[in-house]
């Protein structure tokens, strides 16, 4: 069950993300502002990578824990976008 | 619960990839549906993933009172050999102190040793009461919950189609042993 909750939350986010790429889609303006949000994103990602041991106490969480986020993240943009745009 | 959880989830899946690829992109209007789905899409999988993280909540409850009931049975009979162990010990050495003769003193010892030792058949009721009184812990603990007798008899018994019955009675006689107490 434990895995159907996490895979639940996954699918959320790979929407998420589509429906990011579906609003940039509809004006060139909307799409600046995404492109904007997902540097920033992408920036805070690679500083959580790095500070990694900071964060990880900062929240509250194991270390592995925050990398596998960090990497279920990463996965949801990807498959979120790609979904989008090869669709 | 669970097919309520099992048709958002595909409910969440299909509003999300079928109208990015069924629909046609000359109609004016497939940019709204496109939208409206996914946000639709977006709700059904939160809905679903609250529904299935109380699900594992409930499990995870659940093993551990399972786990509590199972250590208080163990606990008990340990406690109750502990405490027949002792008041044994202190027959002997109330045998002992008393004045009697060595060849009394023997026999009476023996004789207590016999009792202690008794055949298996002695050993092998206590552990059928052990597991009956563990079942009855769960049963009762269920019917705190408001479990029907069927619950009970599917889920604690693990008795269902052709052993029901079997169950049931099994159920009458646990509630006639232990229900009045």
Known sequence: MRAMYLANYFIAGCIASSLLGWIASLHPMAMRAIAFLATATFILWGLCWLLDFSVSSLLKISVQNLQALLMAGLAVSIIGVGVFLCT | ?????????????????????????????????????????????????????????????????????????????????????????????????????????????????????????TANTSDKDARDLELWWKVEAAQIEGKTQTWIIENIFKMKGRKFAEGKAQLAELLRRFGDA
């Open chain 2, 1 to 121: 619960m669970y097919l309520k959880m099992f048709v958002l989830s595909g409910s969440a899946l299909i509003l999300w990839l079928a109208p990015l690829t069924a629909l046609d992109k000359r109609i004016g209007w497939h940019k709204a549906i496109q939208g409206l789905s996914l946000g639709a899409a977006i709700a059904c999988a939160v809905s679903a993933g609250n529904i299935a993280r109380k699900l594992a909540d409930e499990n995870e409850i659940e093993e551990i009172k399972t786990r509590a009931i199972t250590a208080d049975v163990v606990d008990e009979i340990a406690t109750s050999a502990y405490v027949s162990q002792s008041q044994r010990q202190q027959e002997a050495e109330i045998i002992l102190a008393s004045p009697m003769e060595i060849e009394a003193k023997r026999e009476a010892l023996e004789a207590l040793c016999s009792e202690n030792f008794q055949p298996e058949t």
